[in-house]
């Protein structure tokens, strides 16, 4: 018998749940040959509603492991700083706690970064996102001082190291705490090229998208945090060989209440629905049409025109123009897809007049 696409109504909100719970179902029944495939489409979108982006300064050496506009996960690899090493022979003179704190013109056109040493007591409240003004002393004892007006985009803490070499000249290093290398301390004798502070990995806090910005000197990655939205909220798609046994195999998975049928039968997706769905889900692609020499495209559509879409990822289905984009040379269209009124953004060249 041939597979066909079948819709399920699931309980709101637990899509997700009854899809796990069926494919688990499936694999311990050994019906993978019978129900191959159970999608849930869903689109990535930009959450407008965060008040802020994911920021990670990072150096010029830092070697860098996304790319613009790719999306990562929480704890994905981003970037990778090199390890610091020893610049000259000498003894190490001090070791001691610091804070670092960066701070960034209203304008974004300068940074200043300034090293508090935990003896000098930084004030408290200096954390990302607060705001500091020109004069105003960033530690207790008022020998650190702000220069700039501005906001605090990076703190973290450090260790001082102060090297002297043998003519008594000094290198001071200041190395993040998490990768410092524990066995420095004050006395020890360091070479040329040994390792002060192990690479720094820097991981994504949250799921976002990608955005790199070259400074002089730094740069940026910036993770603009998305969230995941279900296509057709309240429902799966399942691809399986029906029959009674196995509409009733599926229908009492927890999660899920029925499949969408009529006169108590379910109903299939045409071939057409199913390129869409597919298409949707990211499994298959539309077809690709040539792209020709950009030319300006005289507009004969109207709001409430009848088209037919003839190529991309809805080619075949026919709907009415609901809205019209002459910038962009594109219609909004409203279609029937699965039964509903699913309004979609189609070029121009995708659609003729029916």
């Excluded at 050496?61 to 090493?85: H, T």
């Excluded at 003004?133 to 007006?149: A, N, T």
């Excluded at 049928?261 to 049409?289: F, T, Y």
Aim: charged share 30%.
């Amino acid at each position: 018998m041939k597979k066909r696409w079948y819709i399920l109504q699931t309980l709101a909100g637990y899509e997700a749940t009854a899809k796990e719970n069926l494919e688990a179902k499936i694999k311990a029944q050994g019906l993978e040959h019978v129900i191959s495939r159970v999608l849930l489409p869903e689109e990535v979108v930009i959450d407008a509603s965060s008040k802020s982006s994911e920021r990670h300064i990072v150096s010029l050496n830092a070697k860098i492991l996304v790319s613009n506009g790719i999306l990562v996960k929480k704890g994905d690899l981003l970037a990778e700083e090199p390890a610091i090493r020893v610049r000259r022979d000498g003894i190490v003179t001090d070791v001691r706690n610091a804070k670092k704190v960066v701070i960034e013109t209203e304008d974004k056109k300068f940074t200043k970064t300034y090293v508090i040493p935990q003896k000098n007591k930084p004030i408290t409240g200096l954390k990302i996102g607060g705001h500091v003004k020109q004069g105003m002393p960033l530690s207790s004892d008022e020998e650190i001082i702000c220069e700039i007006d501005g906001i605090i985009i990076q703190t973290e803490n450090m260790k001082r190291i102060v090297v002297r070499n043998s003519i008594s000249e000094i290198d001071v290093y200041v190395v993040p705490n998490e990768t410092f290398v524990s066995t420095i301390k004050k006395g020890t004798q360091v070479k040329t090229g040994q390792i002060l502070a192990e690479p720094k990995k820097v991981t994504a806090k949250s799921s976002g998208r990608i955005e790199i910005i070259d400074f002089p000197t730094k740069k940026e990655i910036k993770v603009q945090k998305v969230k995941v939205r279900k296509l057709f909220p309240g429902y799966l798609f399942v691809e399986m060989i029906m029959n009674d046994e196995f509409w009733h195999f599926v229908r009492t998975v927890p999660g899920i209440i029925d499949f969408v049928s009529s006169g108590g039968r379910p109903i299939p997706i045409n071939d057409k629905e199913a390129k869409v769905l597919l298409r949707l889900a990211g499994i298959e692609e539309a077809p690709q049409v040539e792209k020709e020499k950009e030319i300006k495209i005289e507009f004969d559509f109207e709001v409430g025109d009848s088209v037919k879409i003839v190529s991309g990822p809805f080619e075949g289905f026919v709907g009415s123009v609901k809205e019209i984009n002459p910038e962009h040379n594109e219609l909004k269209v409203s279609v029937t897809i699965f039964g509903r009124e699913t309004p979609v953004t189609v070029h121009t060249s995708e659609v003729e007049k029916v």
